[in-house]
């Protein structure tokens, strides 16, 4: 939509839902998830794919981790030689433990100018209109300032980088860090617990990208310190509503059926702790976060398991 109010002529195009592309295409507003919000004129819905594809050089992909690899594979036949892809997507890929920028190059070609885009930002408050900044960063110098000059205007700025490993483990990371945020606030921990476990979890998020590369000053940034705050602390954080609603004594399930949207910090637990264990790094949020969600541990006792571990010097 942003790239719509800013001038582009935009087609929104999918795999699956069908049926609400359909719905958006005839009434030209998503009533499912950002309802009150007309579409530009110059932003237009269409179920079919391959029409919806059909010219375009430049492709936003905005799909779950897990989906990522089967929506490349299945768009690759339909891209122009000269084509440039970029997506939103945040995460690990389960059980492989590559990152979007790695699957996109499997499947497309490392040879394709390629960016990512991050956060902060809520759709919701983007669509709305309210003053956001982003980061968009590629393995191409001009396709990332064309990026940042088609999403820009008077209340949106796009920043550009070259750090894509930095923003996307940042990505990735941070959705499990929210739902820790989300369960102690649910459990009424406070503002202490909260700023705690934000902090030593940039900590936590900084130790796993420098390990696979990623550059340092990448995590005090947008992508990584900003969005890491704005998803722990906002309720329209789906990661965060995942924690409030385990602290409750929902389980996964129930909360996900409650939240009626992917939550990608749920199976990002997953991953980031298979990448972590297999390059040796210390995440014990990360960890409890995991063991709560797949091991049956209580939020209450990964509290415990937590404060409880050896002291040592804050930077290490």
């Known amino acids: 939509m942003q790239l719509a109010r800013c001038g582009s002529d935009v087609r929104l195009g999918g795999i699956l839902e069908l049926d609400l592309l359909e719905e958006m295409a005839a009434t030209a507003e998503n009533k499912r998830y950002l309802p009150g919000v007309a579409f530009p004129p110059n932003l237009v819905a269409n179920p079919d794919l391959k029409a919806c594809l059909d010219g375009v050089r430049d492709v936003l992909v905005v799909v779950p981790s897990h ?10 036949p339909l891209l122009r030689d000269d084509s440039r892809v970029c997506w939103a997507t945040k995460g690990f ?7 979007p920028h790695v ?20 759709a919701k408050e983007v669509a709305e209109g309210l003053p956001t900044a982003m980061t968009i960063a590629a393995n191409d110098t001009a396709f990332a300032q064309d990026l940042a000059k088609a999403l820009s205007s008077g209340n949106f700025r796009a920043y550009t980088s070259d750090d894509m490993i930095g923003v996307e483990v940042g ?35 900084s130790r796993l990208g420098t390990a696979l590369g990623a550059k340092r000053e990448t995590f005090m940034g947008l992508a990584c310190m900003g969005d890491l705050v704005l998803t722990c602390t906002d309720n329209l954080s789906r990661n965060r509503r995942m924690g409030l609603a385990l602290a409750s004594g929902k389980t996964v399930a ?19 702790k298979e990448v972590a264990d297999e390059l040796g790094i210390e995440m014990p949020i990360c960890q409890q976060i995991y063991q ?25």
């Not at 699957?103 to 809520?122: H, I, K, N, Q, W």
């Open 254 to 272: 129930e909360a996900q059926e409650e939240i009626q949207q992917v939550v990608e910090g749920v199976l990002a637990a997953e991953a980031v």
């Open 103 to 122: 699957v996109a190059e499997e499947v497309l070609g490392a040879d394709r100018p390629m960016a990512v885009l991050s956060g902060p930002t809520f």
């Open 292 to 316: 709560i969600l797949y091991e049956g541990t209580s939020p209450r006792e990964a509290v415990q398991a937590l404060m409880s571990r050896e002291l040592k010097p804050e930077n290490h």
């Open 67 to 76: 989906g990522l690899r089967e929506t490349l594979t299945t768009i690759k």
């Open 93 to 99: 890929e389960l059980h492989t433990g590559k990152l």
């Open 171 to 205: 990505g990735a990371v941070k959705n499990v860090l929210a739902i820790a945020a989300g369960m102690s606030d649910g459990l009424g921990f406070g503002a202490n617990t909260r700023i705690a476990l934000i902090t030593r979890g940039l900590v936590e998020l």
